[in-house]
């Protein structure tokens, strides 16, 4: 069940007794995964608390079997709100929004922060949490984008390992600066990117997937798919068991077995 921490337009936090409390309460209608999310969540505050203090405060003060967060700001994500994935409830996956692997483009978008400062923050992602799952999005054709600097967001992507890769391309909004910024990318182009960047993307979700067969995992079983029992690991792997169709808003742990088009095999353990 997602638990929302912001809502659009201008910047709003919940209180964390009111998020707690709705937690507790669709605890109690028997929810096993909390999602915590909002248009940035990383942003929340309230009465000088941040992000982690809210994370903590609900970690201590309900029994969530799993908690998931959703998108956070990749100059957010600090060693104090790390050192909360020592706590094996918290989902082992995250979504850092890199938007390129170029560092020319990241200045041009206003990105503060440098391809290689990213690739050093998963570094400190994953010593913190092996075997997590960190997916992103990467804009293609962004305006004044070269041949150079897509390679260069390529290369990025390729090095970052992540388990999914949401690729969109540039498009004009009305009265943004990029809007009038020298060298839009022609569509022909920019349709030729996206097609060698979404292949790259489609590289990195399957290696994600095979790193873990043979690995077990623990599944909360969500409803049935075509008799299939379907569900989701903490680090965000898609499993599928027909023995898991009898077992939903339930755990139970998983063998991975074999990849399929959707994700991954399970055997149940035990």
């Not at 915590?36 to 903590?56: C, H, K, N, P, Y």
């Not at 959703?70 to 050192?83: G, N, V």
Request: hydrophobic share 40%; glycine share 10%; aromatic share 6%.
């Amino acid at each position: 069940m997602r638990v929302a921490g912001g809502f659009r337009g201008s910047q709003r936090s919940r209180p964390s007794p009111e998020v707690i409390a709705e937690i507790r309460t669709l605890l109690a209608r028997g929810y096993r995964e909390i999602v915590i999310t909002g248009v940035q969540i990383s942003a929340w505050r309230s009465e000088g608390a941040r992000l982690g203090d809210l994370v903590r405060a609900i970690l201590d003060g309900t029994e969530v079997p799993r908690l998931r967060l959703t998108s956070i700001a990749p100059w957010d994500l600090d060693e104090r709100l790390l050192d909360l994935w020592g706590d094996r409830r918290l989902c082992r996956h995250l979504h850092l929004s890199l938007q390129s692997g170029a560092t020319a483009t990241l200045r041009r978008m206003r990105r503060p922060y440098t391809a290689e400062s990213y690739l050093a923050l998963l570094g400190r992602v994953r010593a913190a949490m092996p075997g997590v799952a960190v997916t992103t999005d990467v804009i293609v054709g962004f305006p004044g984008e070269t041949e150079e600097e897509f390679t260069e967001s390529l290369t990025t992507v390729e090095a970052a390992g992540f388990a999914k890769v949401h690729v969109f391309p540039y498009s004009v909004r009305p009265g943004t600066a990029a809007e009038e910024m020298p060298g839009q990318v022609p569509p022909e182009r920019k349709k030729e990117r996206m097609a060698r960047m979404l292949a790259l993307a489609e590289r990195a979700e399957r290696d994600f997937r095979s790193a873990h067969l043979g690995a077990r995992g623990t599944v909360l079983w969500e409803r049935p798919k075509d008799g299939m029992g379907q569900g989701l690991t903490d680090n965000y792997l898609r499993v599928l068991c027909p023995e898991g169709a009898a077992l939903r808003n339930r755990f139970s742990e998983v063998e991975m077995v074999g990849i399929v088009p959707e994700g991954l095999v399970g055997r149940l353990v035990g």
